[in-house]
């Protein structure tokens, strides 16, 4: 049992080679950008809004909080373990082998299925534009077969996915439905600094006008529409419940922030220039979310948000604001704009299986890398097969949420993984998490906001217990199981003296898991379970630290 959790030790001048540390700190904030406002602005904040109505801006709020934390966390571990992996050097080197496996294999999850979500974000826009200069495309050509069999189904007002479900051609009984994006999960992009930093200007220039000419045609009535239980104008149409339903969405804009943590080997002085990246691109994609955000939903009645994959774009088409050219510069620039998240995306996922690969946990040809063209060949090709064939058949909800489960679940793990570090001397010019006791902090904070809320919603603590209610018993139960870890967490801090810091963290993004339904954490432990039959069966004893041991044993 022990083997399942060796821990291996990093040290600062174990290095992989052929990687140059070329990147400075505001090298990484561009690259943060990039990766945080993309598909997440662009196309899943839609999703996000038509969830939770305006009030889904509290849940970019929650986020940010949880993200921060989570950041500082990051930054601790990046700074004592300068090396690329991720969440997955960080929890080998805390809570053993078996857990990195986990996370490993739930960062493999999270940056392919992130990027199928970016191809889907990219066809709608591409196809947005394409509709601008008279090009039409089909519209079963611009889907999957379940967005469109599921907005039928649904009574969606989306006419674009009914038209798809009832134009598409049939084989057999089954209508033929192909988004002929999803080639973009499987292809590379050069790796190039100054190309990335150019399009994320451009990014930012297009999202600032958005907000600067969509402040023009805002109706702060939206803000508050009729509530879907009552009737009564209400911030949270659809109450807390259907704020936090958005989670996925709304955390989808934030996975990219991880894949910072794989630049450790490529960034000058990564012991105080990645920290300070992470935290800066962070703080400034949160105030951008709530900016748009607010423009969003003040534009535009929420429930018109259904399915719409380019909200950018469709906030100024001729059915709300009318601003045909806005319209046709929001697509364009979404474009490119996506494809700097393609690019941050296709650098994460390698090194993830370059690290595990290195470590021995997975084949040695997974750190194949292409002699000509200087990509992961073998890598993105077997990606390709393992996700790319059932996305045909999938959907965009499907995608956010089983990327964003598992990438909360590696915050979870990263934060837990800090509180389980040795104290280290303080050294000049490096980040250092400052300790701040928990002991009666966290025990006081989390009980005053405990009663806070059930003074703020107090039928909804009355209600707890009914778990048979179809719109609210799922997230009741998680609440409740929330309230109970988080009972042991304020023992654990009053009895082993805990830092504040990863512990509120900890607490933020268990919080945000609340929002998940079983159907997420169905898919979520079939795909750890296929990820632990490849463990047992060949990670385990190809184990790099496993073969020390057995020749210290020899």
């Not at 994320?200 to 045609?217: N, R």
Request: charged share 15%; hydrophobic share 50%; net charge neutral.
């Amino acid at each position: 049992m022990n083997q399942l959790f060796r821990r291996k030790q990093y040290s600062e001048s174990e290095h992989s080679s052929g990687l140059l540390r070329v990147l400075g700190v505001w090298d990484i904030v561009f690259f943060g950008i990039a990766a945080i406002i993309g598909a997440g602005s662009f196309s899943s904040l839609g999703e996000a809004v038509f969830r939770g109505g305006p009030g889904v801006i509290i849940l970019y709020v929650i986020c940010g909080f949880a993200c921060g934390f989570t950041a500082l966390c990051y930054a601790e571990f990046a700074s004592r373990i300068p090396q690329a992996g991720s969440a997955y050097t960080y929890a080998y080197a805390s809570f053993g082998e078996l857990i990195a496996w986990i996370i490993g294999w739930a960062l493999i999850m999270e940056y392919s299925f992130g990027n199928i979500y970016v191809a889907f974000s990219w066809s709608d826009y591409f196809t947005s534009f394409m509709e601008r200069i008279g090009v039409h495309i089909p519209d079963y050509l611009t889907c999957s077969y379940t967005e469109a069999k599921k907005a039928f189904l649904g009574g969606s007002e989306n006419k674009e996915l009914l038209n798809a479900w009832n134009s598409a051609p049939l084989i057999g009984n089954l209508k033929f439905i192909v988004d002929v994006i999803t080639w973009l999960c499987y292809v590379g992009v050069k790796e190039s600094k100054n190309f990335n930093n150019i399009f994320v200007l451009l990014k930012l220039f297009i999202i600032l006008l958005v907000i600067a000419v969509g402040v023009a045609y805002l109706n702060t009535d939206n803000w508050f529409p009729a509530s879907a239980d009552t009737g009564v104008p209400s911030f949270m149409p659809n109450g807390f419940t259907g704020v936090m339903s958005a989670v996925s969405g709304v955390f989808f804009a934030y996975i990219g922030f991880d894949a910072l943590s794989v630049l450790s080997e490529e960034t000058k002085n990564p012991q105080k220039n990645l920290p300070r990246g992470m935290i800066i691109s962070l703080v400034l994609c949160t105030v951008i979310y709530i900016l748009l955000t607010l423009v969003l939903t003040g534009m535009v009645d929420y429930r018109k948000f259904d399915g719409i994959g380019d909200p950018l774009a469709f906030i100024f088409a001729g059915s709300n604001a009318n601003v045909p050219w806005m319209e046709f510069v929001v697509s364009f620039a979404a474009i490119i704009a996506i494809t700097t998240v393609l690019l941050v995306f296709q650098m994460g996922q390698p090194r993830i299986w370059y690290a595990m690969s290195r470590d021995g946990l997975m084949p040695k040809k997974f750190m194949t890398i292409h002699p000509k063209h200087k990509t992961p060949s073998y890598a993105t090709i077997v990606t390709g097969l393992v996700v790319g064939v059932p996305i045909l058949f999938t959907d965009k909800s499907f995608i956010l949420d089983f990327t964003s489960i598992g990438t909360i679940f590696a915050f979870v793990l990263v934060c837990g993984g800090v509180l389980l570090l040795p104290a280290k001397e303080k050294l000049k010019g490096r980040f250092h998490m400052p300790y701040i006791n928990a002991r009666f902090i966290f025990p006081v904070t989390f009980l005053g906001g405990l009663f806070f809320f059930y003074w703020w919603q107090p039928e909804f603590f009355h209600n707890l217990t009914d778990w048979h209610d179809p719109a609210e018993g799922e997230f009741r139960i998680s609440i409740i199981v929330y309230i109970l870890i988080n009972l042991v967490l304020c023992v654990l801090a009053f009895v082993r003296n805990l830092s504040l810091i990863p512990l509120i963290g900890l607490s933020s993004c268990l919080y945000l898991l609340t929002g998940m339904t079983h159907n997420n954490w169905f898919w979520f432990l079939l795909w750890f379970a296929i990820g632990m039959i490849i463990y047992f069966s060949y990670g385990f004893k190809n184990s790099k630290l496993n073969n020390d041991l057995n020749g210290d044993l020899n």
